[in-house]
């Protein structure tokens, strides 16, 4: 085949097409082609091509900002938007809430695992994953806005199963990143995060009869990469482009971590004690659900603190902490570096993460809790019409052995503060949690209940959990009033255990360290 298609950004950029399917790699902060990305909107804003883009990605990429699928957020440039989360890219929601894109949002392992059902010319991807949920299109079939009509998902019936199939569709060109070329195109991710889903994008591509560039750090010479570190072989790449440094960064805004990518440890007791705050009381309180020897899936925001207070007690080898972008073991990490881990055991493909995941092999996830309603659904992808997006949250929440959503009670203009064990609310927040019924559905408390799975709701204030006739409040804080500062700020009356509701743990709300172990 010869040496690998070498090219300018500018070149890159003048191969994609007007009205193409485009898919660009990236997990929040990581493995983001931004040379290439940045490339293709220098194009767009200069000629107004490439125009009426169908763009698809798989994770949440972005700094809620311009960075990652931010560089796609113009008007005129896409066409249709399908993605796993929105949050991290505002400009993308903006355009959908306007109707001025097609929009769509999807279980994001679902949609990872769909390249590789691209890649090997099957129809789609079947899975139960999203059953019960806005992306069943007997209720929204995943549609963000009102122009948005195609249905890209359906429910079909097999052998008695009721199942859902997200269609397949063909890959014309990937943007993806790596760490390495060699001269003849191999492509490995040594110093990157994780490695997602690169080799189904690309093979989905390639197979699609698309075009395949990836961005790298820099060239090396032919047959000196660990051909196990090879992620998309050269028979999978057209071109690659060599990056600048700054738009090469493992995460966004954050140095090089070699304990992230797996080529050093570091000592865990270096890392920094979380303050005693209202996060921290959850995730203390998530922690004492922490089981020896099961697997947990951690999501991002307060979730995230879990691990810290893991750590800090000395526990957190008791169990295994798993990330879905493919981390098993470690210190799963948050903000821009949400998707790594500290010193993992192992890195998967994102696809075969998920496959877990999908197969029940989470004994417990920690998720958040953003809105929730008297059936116990849960709500975190949509908010009067601003779209956030599912993420993994669905394949996660609906398969886990046990799951805990984690969050404030109430939030906007919430100040607290904890004074001599108990917690002390200084201003109330303004916006409730706990709603008669969510806007969107992303977890179902109905789903749940069919299929026997354990739920739970932690906040800093009371635990509440899911029987089989409604919402329980198991739980309440030290220096809380029931009465006082929990029924006012619910739009719905939960029940009451016939033993009373109990006090939580007060080594919670004390700062010093809970001998968890």
Known sequence: MGKVRVLQPSEAAALV????????????????????????????????????????????????????????????MIKRVVGGHWNMTPGLGELSMNNEIEAYNFPQ???????????????????????????????????????????????INIKGQEK???????????????????ENGNISMDKEVATLEMTAIAQACKNSGGIVIVQVEKIVEA????????????????AVVISKPEEHEQCFGC????????????????????????????????????????????GIGI????????????????????????????????????GGSVNPECILDEPYQFDFYDGGGVDQAFLGLAQTDENG??????????????????NISQNAKKVYFCGTFTTK?????????????????????????????????????????????????????????GVYITEIAPGICYEKDILPYMDFEPKIPQNGIKIMDERIFKDELMKLK
Not at 164 to 182: E, Q
Not at 381 to 390: D, L, N
Not at 416 to 441: A, D, H, M, P, Y
Not at 451 to 463: G, L, S
């Open 17 to 76: 097409k007007d009205g193409v399917n485009i898919v660009t790699s990236g997990f929040v902060g990581s493995c983001c082609p931004e040379t290439l990305s940045e490339a293709l909107e220098k194009r767009f804003l200069e000629t107004g091509h490439p125009n009426n883009l169908n763009f698809y990605y798989v994770s949440a990429q972005g700094n809620k900002g311009e960075r990652g699928a931010g560089h796609f957020a113009h008007k005129g």
């Open 255 to 298: 140095e090089y971590d070699s304990s992230m990518a797996g080529l050093t440890r570091v000592p865990l007791s270096g890392l920094a004690p979380v303050e005693l705050n209202a996060k921290k009381i959850i995730a203390r309180r998530a922690a004492m659900e922490l089981q020896e020897n099961s697997v947990v899936n951690l």
């Open 303 to 338: 979730p995230e603190f879990i691990s810290c207070v893991a750590n800090e007690e000395g526990i957190g080898e008791k169990m295994t902490l798993t990330v879905e972008a493919g981390a098993i073991g470690g210190v799963p990490q948050g903000g821009m570096r949400f």
């Open 109 to 155: 392992g679902t949609l990872s695992q769909l390249f590789r059902d691209i890649a090997g010319k099957r129809i789609g991807t079947i899975t139960h994953v999203g059953l019960n949920t806005f992306v069943d299109p007997r209720i929204e079939g995943g549609k963000l806005n009102e122009i948005t009509t195609e249905d890209l998902v359906e429910v």
């Open 377 to 394: 659904n849960i709500n975190v992808s949509k908010f009067s019409g601003r779209v956030v997006g599912c993420g993994g949250f669905i």
């Open 223 to 238: 047959g000196s990469l660990n051909p196990k570190l090879v992620k998309i072989p050269k028979i999978y790449v057209d």
């Open 164 to 182: 859902l199939l997200y269609k397949a569709f063909p890959v014309d060109v990937c943007f993806l990143r790596g760490t390495y070329a060699d």
């Open 413 to 469: 203009g919430l100040k607290q503060e904890i004074k001599n064990g108990e917690l002390v609310i200084l201003q109330e927040g303004t916006s409730k949690k706990f709603v008669k019924e969510v806007e969107q559905i992303t977890f179902s408390g109905i789903y749940a209940g069919e299929i026997n799975q354990p739920v739970m709701y932690i906040t800093e204030r009371a635990v509440f959990e899911l029987k089989e006739d």
